[in-house]
């Protein structure tokens, strides 16, 4: 896969600083070779860094330089390009992919029968939810805008309830609330199953995302 380093280098600094958002924290340190610091907080993890892999030594510098256990390094390029920069206390998680909407246009979905639609906002982040008539969540997702940017978080639907077309109504009913507030460019991150719908609404693929911790 063709990394298009012009765009990656444009939006990944902006998705970072919308995933610190949409999880109340500090904005990411900027480290020399461009780098991105996140401090998580979390037991299993501690701390992220994230970068583009257009540089490999500078990659293999940073993985050689941590050794810190729930430490994690995200880096935008191929599995197979990093897996070998990485000493063997890194542990290598499912790939994904880094992906961008360069026009998110409104769009109106019926929901389903049998399910009701729920949009909440807190703070700069705005909340989609999918239930059940008795209350059960069974699709969700979220998003903030850094500028005209929206970045697209946690999209998810129960395997039950799959092919139902919930992820599309969860992506696309945010798409619409985003646009109110003047987002009009996408940027997510993505599973393989997830990239299959998200190709089906107008989202490319920038990047590969590849991911590996210190347990």
């Known amino acids: 896969m063709t990394t298009n380093t012009d765009t990656l280098q444009q939006l990944l ?47 293999g510098e940073l993985a050689n330089k941590l050794f810190d256990p729930a ?39 019926n929901t ?5 639609l729920h949009l909440s906002e807190t703070g700069r982040v705005l909340n989609a939810a999918v239930s059940m008539s008795d209350g059960t969540v069974v699709a969700k997702g979220r998003i903030t805008t850094v500028g005209q940017h929206v970045i697209f978080d946690l ?13 599309r109504l969860i992506m696309q009913s945010l798409a619409n609330e985003s646009m109110v507030r003047g987002g009009k460019e996408g940027i997510l991150v993505a599973t393989e199953q997830g990239k299959m ?3 089906t609404l107008g989202w490319q693929v920038v990047s590969s995302y590849t991911s590996a911790c210190i347990l």
């Not at 900027?30 to 998580?40: R, S, Y």
């Not at 897996?83 to 992906?99: G, H, V």
């Open 13 to 59: 600094p902006l998705w970072v600083t919308g995933w610190t958002i949409l999880r109340n924290l500090q904005r990411p340190e900027i480290l020399p070779g461009g780098a991105m610091k996140v401090e998580v907080g979390l037991p299993d993890q501690r701390v992220r860094y994230v970068m583009a892999g257009d540089d490999p030594a500078m990659v």
């Open 155 to 167: 999209i998810d639907t129960a395997p039950a309830h799959r092919r139902k077309g919930l992820g």
């Open 71 to 109: 430490t994690w390094l995200k880096v935008c390029a191929a599995r197979e390009l990093i897996a070998p920069l990485l000493p063997p206390r890194w542990t290598l998680s499912d790939p994904r992919y880094f992906m961008h909407h360069q026009r998110l246009a409104h769009s109106t979905l």
């Open 112 to 116: 389903p029968a049998g399910y009701m």
């Open 197 to 199: 719908l998200y190709n």
